[in-house]
């Protein structure tokens, strides 16, 4: 069976890739694709795989858009953090979607479901767990975070959060009191945890909370400037792909 992984964030990568050997050693990894540019590229000079893994909401982009541009009849498996995405990931040739953190249990029921689904030529679209993600309305969100921080445990309210950011793949919290702390999640995960009406992925490497926003500045070509409080010590530009739901977002 070959496989394309496409997901933006190499220990993900990595981590799936270790799984789906553990369920079949003689799996093929044709190709792991960061982004919605480098899938693009790649399915236009290459067959189509056997099976696909898809994160929903990669660094350029949501990866819906990939099939905007190039042709891909191969089956889908979707991994995402974002569940709000289910519904239109399950209108395409989706064989399952799995809500990260994936589990070893979950991802060998989605291979068998599409071995199960080339089997006999038919699409399979679990429809009990379609109604399960639509029925999930209210969803909660963290309101602190606790955290070691030499012999003793932090603990930090979302309110007093401005900002995250990610530096050499250690994420740091900066609060409005101007601390700075190391936290043991990611980016992809700390977006999962927050409200997303108080926060915001500008990009790969900020996830801000609105109230931390001192001004926006409006550069040639749509670019966005942020202006931090606190200061941050690194120029921080609103991704090109983000510019309208960022938009959005401080309009909402």
């Not at 992984?5 to 079949?24: K, P």
């Not at 236009?44 to 994160?55: A, C, Q, S, T, V």
């Not at 606790?146 to 401005?162: M, R």
């Not at 490497?205 to 200061?231: D, G, M, T, W």
């Amino acid at each position: 069976m070959n496989i394309v992984i496409i997901e933006d964030e190499e220990l993900a990568t990595r981590r799936l890739e270790g799984m789906i050997r553990s369920f079949d050693p003689a799996v093929k990894v044709l190709a792991k694709l960061e982004s919605i540019e480098d899938a693009v590229e790649w399915f236009k000079n290459n067959g189509e795989p056997d099976l696909i893994f898809l994160d929903i909401h990669l660094e350029d982009g949501l990866s819906f858009s990939i099939f905007e541009k190039v042709t891909v009849k191969a089956p889908i498996i979707f991994t995402t953090a974002f569940d709000e995405y289910a519904i239109k990931a399950f209108k395409l040739k989706s064989i399952d979607y799995l809500l990260k953190p994936i589990t070893q249990v979950d991802l060998n029921a989605a291979i068998s479901k599409y071995m199960n689904w080339n089997a006999g030529n038919n699409p399979v679209i679990d429809v009990n767990a379609l109604y399960e993600i639509i029925s999930r309305r209210n969803r909660s969100y963290k309101s602190r975070f606790s955290f070691p921080v030499g012999q003793k445990i932090k603990t930090v309210q979302v309110e007093e959060i401005a900002y995250f950011y990610s530096m050499e793949s250690i994420t740091f919290m900066v609060c409005k009191d101007k601390s700075e702390y190391s936290v043991d999640y990611s980016l992809d995960q700390l977006s999962e945890e927050v409200d997303p009406a108080n926060f915001f992925r500008v990009n790969r490497q900020f996830l801000v909370s609105l109230k931390a926003i001192n001004h926006v500045n409006v550069y040639p070509k749509s670019r966005l400037k942020i202006e931090l409080l606190p200061l941050s010590r690194h120029e921080l530009f609103v991704s090109i792909d983000k510019v309208v739901k960022f938009k959005e977002w401080l309009n909402s």
